[in-house]
């Protein structure tokens, strides 16, 4: 199946949905978005993932696969290195957030900073840490979406060509896109007549 872009119908009905990109591009926003317009339940998969004081949660890999498993879904494709192709294995539907590296880039530092000025809670009783450390932490939210701006698109072209024909994946540019897309989504748009 080819890409898809923000004017394409949809092959089907998402039923378990993946939001790729970088810390920063908008992927809980748009799965928040997607899950109240398609009525799929979601799970934010920091959540599950970090404990208190940013410890790892060692019940994480399993709270997922117990998600995954249903039948209908939406989250985040994140944590690869722990999860493999647990939520890949399982989509139907993709939505890759494509962004300009200055657009996410701008999105991770203004929510950082707003984060840390308003002392945000934010899993399980975690806050951002000082904003110094983005000069002392190569593991910084700031640093990782520098560094990993371009891995999401080697995940999307991966699953192209191992489960191309089983997914639609649609290339999202730019938050004009991704209001139209979500616009779109809600007025039933983007899907055939004999999906809706």
Known sequence: MPLLSVDDPLPWVPQRVLVAGTSGSGKTTLSTAVAEVLGLPRVELDALHHG???????TFAAEVAAFVAQPRWVTEWQYTNKLGDLLSGRAD?????DHPRR?????V???TVLRRWRREQLWNGNTEGPLRTVFTDPEHVIRWA???????????A?????RG???AVVRLRGRAQVQRW???????SLLSPDLQ
């Not at 208190?52 to 060692?58: A, Y």
């Not at 657009?103 to 999105?107: A, D, E, K």
């Not at 979500?182 to 039933?188: C, D, I, Q, S, T």
């Open 52 to 58: 208190t004081g940013w410890q790892p949660r060692p």
């Open 165 to 167: 024909e089983q997914v």
């Open 93 to 97: 539907t993709v939505l890759w957030l």
């Open 109 to 111: 530092t203004r929510r």
């Open 182 to 188: 979500v616009r779109r989504l809600r007025e039933g």
């Open 103 to 107: 657009l996410t880039m701008w999105q």
């Open 158 to 162: 991966g699953l192209l060509e191992s």
């Open 146 to 156: 520098w560094r990993t701006h371009g891995q999401p698109g080697r995940r999307v």
